[in-house]
């Protein structure tokens, strides 16, 4: 107790406690305390002493304990976060024995709220990109529910690093290329969507909801649905209104034509065929280049079929005064042609058909329009050879006319035209001795047409052939005929010239009389017609080659069209030529017809 007591003494010397002490025993002296208690009570006060040491100690310790502890905690949480951010280099430990508890702990605080603040600032950039990563999702699929989003961001709170931010961003760019190039098809598809229900008349809104009620809102913060559900249910839409447009395009076709060869049968005005303009359209463009409103819708399409309906029933009154009329049409264009026209459709059976109701109508007229679209391409083939049909027979008709001019027996007066009826019969004469040549080029044309088509050339019920050649044969025929008469009439020339001679020279004329005679003979009179012979009447003077009776394909027309007449070739009348009749007036001692004018 002595030592305690001494060494408290030591260690309040020099303090207040030791003068305090010092006091007390001063207090104790002059009390006259004993040994023993002052010793018990030096012991309470260094026992007093201690608890207040240890308390103190203790206090320290704990004071350390949780500075270590700060600091070990702040260390951890600096290490969990550099681990989370992905910061390594962020805060480097300095060396303990160097630095005290405090100075540890001022150190870490700061790096630790840096990194708070960087976890913060990270957790707010994986949240924004994982909302849109979400938002992206959800319009890329279907209305699923969301409720996955908070454990994912809770799932990333471990994982902050710029890698994982990094992967995020990625995934981001890759969702928005997708969906950019989903939302490209979408819009292109109800763009689509949109231009065909304006052409056929049927509500957009209706149409694309009944896909996705998202693909109608016009909001700016409401999105699309993009899913894969969406673009094909636009898709197999867009089909859908195709294969509809396509079907009223053809049925609108149909309905238009119908339209127009009734406004073409009735000869409807243009006041009736204006309020169809537009329509009208469809009959020239394709598929793709009909994109005007309405013009395909229901409405329109009903109305174009009550009109058709409507002119069909004003048709059916018509239509049998049309079809006498496209009948006569056609009758025309086969007379015009020399061709028969078809017998099925004459009028008086045409008549009883449709009264008796045993032929539509219609089925009538599309015969006789056929049969005219017939009828021209024949009379097209034909022209060529018509046209040297017509020439022949004006030059039949110039021979015919020639020879009525050579029997006028005042044809070289001085009479008013006379001289324009002389240049006729010249250029009649010189079209006369064609005429053969143009026979045989229209024979031998008209072979070459009817090789080509394999069946005869026919003008007017007669095949044309069999006319040209019998004109052919006969004209020969009556050219024999003329060259016999004349070669009859040479003799006889040389008879009357040998009776003449014997009569005046004897039977044995000298070579000198013989000359005189033959002066005679051909045409030379100095002295007149001495001898008093009359001139004989000749059968016909005509100067060309006409034969008024041969036979030409206008002869038939007029007389009978079947040719029935064709083989009654009269033979009567023939014609002789001048040279033969001037030879006979010169001997007779009559004077000739000029040579030169026929």
């Not at 969406?230 to 294969?243: E, I, N, Q, R």
């Given at each position: 107790m002595v030592g305690v007591g001494a060494g408290l003494g030591l260690v309040m010397e020099g303090t207040s406690c030791g003068a305090?002490?010092?006091?007390?025993?001063?207090?104790?002296?002059?009390?006259?305390?004993?040994?023993?208690?002052?010793?018990?009570?030096?012991?309470?006060?260094?026992?007093?002493?201690?608890?207040?040491?240890?308390?103190?100690?203790?206090?320290?310790?704990?004071?350390?304990?949780?500075?270590h502890q700060s600091v070990a905690a702040k260390e951890a949480e600096v290490a969990s976060l550099m681990a989370t951010l992905g910061e390594h280099k962020l805060y480097m430990k300095k060396d303990k024995g160097i630095l005290s508890l405090k100075e540890q702990l001022a150190a870490v605080v700061p790096v630790l709220e840096n990194l708070k603040c960087k976890k913060e600032e990270r957790i707010k950039q994986f949240s924004d990109i994982r909302s849109q990563i979400e938002k992206i999702r959800f319009e890329l699929s279907e209305y699923d529910d969301q409720g996955d989003n908070e454990s994912s961001l809770a799932e990333d709170q471990h994982d902050?690093?710029?890698?994982?931010?990094?992967?995020?961003?990625?995934?981001?760019?890759?969702?928005?290329?997708?969906?950019?190039?989903?939302?490209?098809?979408?819009?292109?598809?109800?763009?689509?969507?949109?231009?065909?229900?304006?052409?056929?008349?049927?509500?957009?809104?209706?149409?694309?909801?009944?896909?996705?009620?998202?693909?109608?809102?016009?909001?700016?913060?409401?999105?699309?649905?993009?899913?894969?559900?969406?673009?094909?249910?636009?898709?197999?839409?867009?089909?859908?209104?195709?294969?509809?447009?396509k079907s009223r395009i053809q049925k609108m076709r149909e309905r238009m034509e119908s339209l127009c060869q009734l406004w073409k049968l009735m000869d409807s005005p243009e006041e009736e065929k204006r309020q169809f303009s537009k329509v009208m359209g469809i009959l020239i463009l394709p598929e793709e280049g009909i994109t005007s409103s309405g013009v395909l819708s229901q409405e329109i399409i009903d109305k174009v079929e009550a009109e058709v309906e409507r002119l069909t029933k004003l048709k059916?009154?018509?239509?049998?005064?049309?079809?006498?009329?496209?009948?006569?049409?056609?009758?025309?264009?086969?007379?015009?042609?020399?061709?028969?026209?078809?017998?099925?459709?004459?009028?008086?059976q045409t008549d009883a058909l449709i009264d008796s109701g045993l032929m539509d109508p219609s089925a009538l007229l599309a015969n006789i329009e056929s049969q005219i679209l017939k009828a021209k391409e024949e009379s097209l083939s034909r022209k060529e050879i018509m046209d040297r049909i017509n020439k022949w027979i004006a030059a039949c008709d110039e021979e015919a006319w020639l020879e009525e001019y050579n029997q006028d027996p005042k044809r070289y007066s001085a009479g008013r035209g006379a001289h324009i009826n002389l240049k006729r019969a010249e250029k009649a004469r010189i079209l006369v001795t064609k005429i053969p040549s143009m026979v045989d080029n229209l024979i031998n044309r008209t072979f070459a047409w009817e090789n080509a088509r394999s069946k005869p050339f026919l003008y007017d019920g007669g095949r044309l052939i069999s006319v040209l050649e019998e004109y052919r044969l006969s004209r020969q025929q009556k050219e024999e005929e003329k060259r016999r008469y004349r070669v009859e009439d040479q003799k006889k020339l040389e008879s009357i010239l040998l009776a003449e001679k014997e009569a005046i020279f004897g039977s044995k004329p000298t070579p000198k009389r013989m000359s005189n005679l033959n002066r005679k003979a051909n045409g030379y009179q100095p002295n007149g017609n001495a001898n008093g012979l009359k001139t004989p009447t000749p059968r016909r003077s005509s100067l060309g080659s006409a034969t008024p009776q041969l036979l030409t394909p206008r002869s038939y027309s007029g007389h009978n069209r079947y040719f029935g007449d064709l083989r009654r070739l009269s033979t009567s009348h023939l014609n002789f030529g001048d040279d033969s009749l001037s030879t006979f007036t010169s001997i007779s001692g009559s004077e000739p017809e000029s040579p030169s004018l026929g």
């Open positions: 305090l002490l010092k006091e007390l025993q001063q207090i104790w002296a002059e009390i006259g305390e004993s040994e023993g208690e002052k010793n018990k009570v030096l012991l309470d006060i260094e026992r007093e002493c201690l608890e207040v040491y240890r308390r103190k100690v203790d206090d320290a310790n704990r004071t350390r304990v949780q500075l902050l690093s710029t890698r994982k931010l990094n992967s995020y961003q990625a995934q981001l760019r890759a969702l928005q290329k997708d969906k950019s190039e989903r939302l490209r098809k979408v819009l292109e598809y109800i763009n689509e969507v949109h231009s065909l229900c304006g052409v056929l008349g049927i509500d957009f809104g209706t149409t694309v909801n009944e896909i996705h009620p998202s693909l109608h809102q016009n909001g700016v913060e409401q999105s699309r649905n993009i899913s894969n559900s969406t673009l094909d249910g636009l898709a197999s839409t867009v089909s859908k209104l195709k294969t509809e447009r059916t009154s018509r239509l049998k005064d049309i079809v006498m009329k496209r009948r006569r049409e056609l009758e025309e264009i086969c007379e015009n042609a020399h061709i028969e026209p078809d017998v099925s459709t004459a009028p008086e």
